[in-house]
T-cell receptor, first 111, second 110 residues
């Protein structure tokens, strides 16, 4: 079955550490997105990529980095510069206008 | 500008209809969407409506679009406990980035 796989489901980060969240899709979608969700809030766009080897900053890109070396993969690195990284992170992909397909999310907690 | 607003909470009795409302500001959006998020999960696309339509029905779901007032609603008939979740409306304006509302938490009680 086609879909988006995010891993891990839960991730713990120590202060000052970089961590990388994985997002893989086998839908052959060109565009991929990373969103952050905080409790009781909507989704905020971190980074997006319309095509391989190209990506753009979203509304809250500071403290995050991405790469898009393969069409199937769009990993997100949460760097030590992100001062409040505890959140639920959602990856999505899109082809055409029929909505986005979302992964099941990664919950990141700073310990 | 791009802004999507929803009320935060809705509580309904099982078997009643639920109506979740949404207002948006960008009239350039071609499609408008409703997503459902269950606890600890990703978002599931429930339905979408093309901007030149007024209404779309899909089983228990009815979407109404009032373009003049930039108002979108989702009606769930015969609401069940399994419908308890957060519901997000979303639009894709000319920027081609999906803009989400804050989400409405629907609670269904017996």
């Amino acid at each position: 079955d086609g879909g988006i796989t995010q891993s891990p489901k839960y991730l713990f980060r120590k202060e000052g550490q970089n961590v990388t969240l994985s997002c893989e899709q086998n839908l052959n979608h060109d565009a991929m997105y990373w969103y952050r969700q905080d409790p009781g809030q909507g989704l905020r766009l971190i980074y997006y990529s319309q095509i391989v080897n190209d990506f753009q900053k979203g509304d809250i890109a500071e403290g995050y980095s991405v790469s898009r070396e393969k069409k199937e993969s769009f990993p997100l690195t949460v760097t030590s510069a992100q001062k409040n990284p505890t959140a639920f992170y959602l990856c999505a992909s899109k082809q055409g206008n029929y909505g986005y397909t979302f992964g099941s999310g990664t919950r990141l907690t700073v310990v | 500008g791009e802004d999507v607003e929803q009320s935060l909470f809705l509580s309904v009795r099982e078997g009643d209809s639920s109506v979740i409302n949404c207002t948006y500001t960008d009239s350039s959006s071609t499609y408008l969407y409703w997503y459902k998020q269950e606890p600890g999960a990703g978002l599931q696309l429930l339905t979408y409506i093309f901007s030149n339509m007024d209404m779309k029905q899909d089983q228990r779901l009815t979407v109404l679009l009032n373009k003049k007032d930039k108002h979108l609603s989702l009606r769930i008939a015969d609401t069940q406990t399994g419908d308890s979740a957060i519901y997000f409306c979303a639009e894709i304006p000319r920027t081609d980035k999906l803009i989400f509302g804050t989400g409405t938490r629907l609670q269904v009680f017996p």
